[in-house]
């Protein structure tokens, strides 16, 4: 099972959830490259969203390289190739966005110990791929 | 007593009878088509508005059984009995309102998921189509053998309509057949590609793929049914023969139907855990008029689960409906006009 979560009552936008749920596919290998995505119709139905909210997501996730768009074929995983670069502002963006989303949960009550073990799995998962 | 009234009072009996568990037959996390914790249906408020629910319909029924028995008046005693049920649906609809559970608003969806096909294939679907086609070519080729009058109608006792063969009536039959056809396998194919899915995961998905497996298996089987009565009409085979053919038809939909109940709506007998957020059917309750129709401009879906009562039902708010009642009418208009 490789499982999309989206949750309508996020402020964050549905297309954005969709782009960010199936990066996190991808970065963790539970999508591998020639895996297909369900047709933009199909993911729209089931979670009740327009057509062009799933099309827009999965236009966002061909531009970062990680799908394949075919008129016939419908969405594919392609291998992707990231250059292992060290770039100051990606990795400024990062430790800043990183702080952001810490801050904001912590101001939204969830425990201290409990965003360090996130962290801590996250940074795990990352050493061990 | 006529031999109508005889079949039609128990008939309007089982009607009620149906009425009668239908609120029993829906998802566990919907009550009288509002979204409801899993448990509330045990509580005591949810027994007393189940309770007057079911004393209307009963009330309704009772009183139209009484027309038809002693006036005859079958059509006043449908209507006493349908604004019965319907006044019930509404009233206990909005009881259960004030009881209304905020459905989880997380939406689930295994991208895994296989797409559903149509069983045996679209040419197992577009086979009675086909065979009317067929039938129609070898009419062209052999006017001569049609019989100079046929059967378009038939009831209890048999043929109870004809007409006069004649180009007009002959293809316009077999294109009205053909229409009902082509609707019965569209609407197989809808099921599979255009209604929503409530369970993409565990064996909520399961059972509700089995679900609607068994409509659109239902839906072909019907359309393989309908499209005899071209060959009945023109061949004239001998009245054992359509009796079989009725009583046949009967049988598949009353099996098909008592297995669609067993399972209940959307296969969800026992698939949601007590205490848990209600699921529900991923549509807002607000988009539900009086618990029967679905209004959701948003929703990109033209089927979705019924909340009351046993399989789909079309969303109002997609334009793409309209052009479906559209098409709906047209069959019966063309019959009128055709076969005159």
Not at chain 1, 28 to 37: K, Q
Not at chain 2, 107 to 135: C, H, I, K, M, N
Not at chain 2, 172 to 190: I, M, R, S, Y
Not at chain 2, 210 to 230: M, T
């Amino acid at each position: 099972m490789i499982i999309l979560r989206v949750d309508l009552k996020s402020p964050a936008p549905v297309y954005r959830q969709i782009v960010d749920a199936v990066r996190i596919l991808l970065v963790n290998g539970d999508l591998s490259p020639g895996d297909a995505l369900p047709p933009v119709r199909r993911l729209a139905l089931d979670l009740g969203v327009h057509f062009n909210t799933v099309a827009e997501a999965y236009r966002t996730l061909e531009e970062e390289g990680w799908l394949e768009i075919g008129r016939r074929s419908g969405a594919r995983v392609v291998s992707r190739t990231v250059e292992n670069r060290c770039d100051p502002q990606t990795g400024e963006a990062f430790e800043r966005r990183l702080r952001e989303m810490v801050a904001e949960v912590q101001a939204r009550g969830l425990p201290r110990d409990r965003i360090a073990r996130e962290l801590r799995l996250l940074a795990k998962t990352l050493e061990r791929s | 007593m006529s031999t109508e009234t005889m079949l039609f009072v128990p008939l309007l009996i089982l009607i009620g009878g149906l009425f009668h568990i239908m609120p029993g037959l829906t998802r566990p996390d919907l009550f009288f088509a509002v979204t409801v914790a899993p448990e509330f249906r045990r509580s005591s408020a949810a027994r007393r508005i189940l309770g007057r629910y079911r004393a209307i319909v009963w009330i309704a029924t009772l009183i139209a059984s009484g027309l038809a028995l002693a006036a005859g008046m079958a059509v006043a005693a449908v209507l006493l009995q349908a604004i019965g049920y319907l006044w019930g649906l509404v009233s206990a609809n909005r009881a259960v309102r004030a009881y209304a559970a905020a459905p989880s608003s997380v939406l689930e969806v295994d991208l895994a998921t296989p797409q559903e096909r149509l069983p045996g294939g679209l040419l197992v679907a577009a086979l009675p189509v086909l065979s009317l086609v067929a039938l129609g070519l070898w009419v062209g080729f052999h006017w001569d053998r049609l019989p100079r009058r046929f059967p378009v109608h038939w009831g209890i006792d048999g043929a109870d309509r004809w007409v006069n063969t004649t180009p007009a009536t002959v293809f316009g039959f077999l294109a009205v057949q053909a229409f009902v056809c082509l609707l019965l396998a569209g609407l197989a194919w809808g099921l599979l590609n255009w209604s929503r899915r409530i369970s993409t995961t565990g064996a909520g998905a399961a059972a509700e793929r089995h679900f609607r497996r068994r409509i659109v298996q239902l839906s072909i089987v019907c359309e393989y049914f309908l499209a005899c009565p071209a060959w009945f009409a023109l061949f004239q085979p001998a009245a054992a023969a359509m009796n079989a053919w009725g009583l046949a038809l009967a049988a598949a939909i009353v099996a098909f139907t008592v297995s669609l109940m067993r399972g209940g709506q959307g296969g969800s007998n026992a698939t949601v855990t007590a205490g848990t957020a209600p699921v529900g059917d991923h549509t807002p309750d607000a988009c539900w008029k009086w618990g029967l129709v679905y209004v959701n401009p948003a929703d990109p879906s033209i089927l979705v689960e019924k909340r009351f009562g046993i399989g789909y039902t079309l969303n109002f708010g997609n334009r793409w409906t309209w052009v479906v009642l559209a098409l709906l009418l047209v069959a019966p208009a063309a019959g009128l006009i055709l076969l005159r």
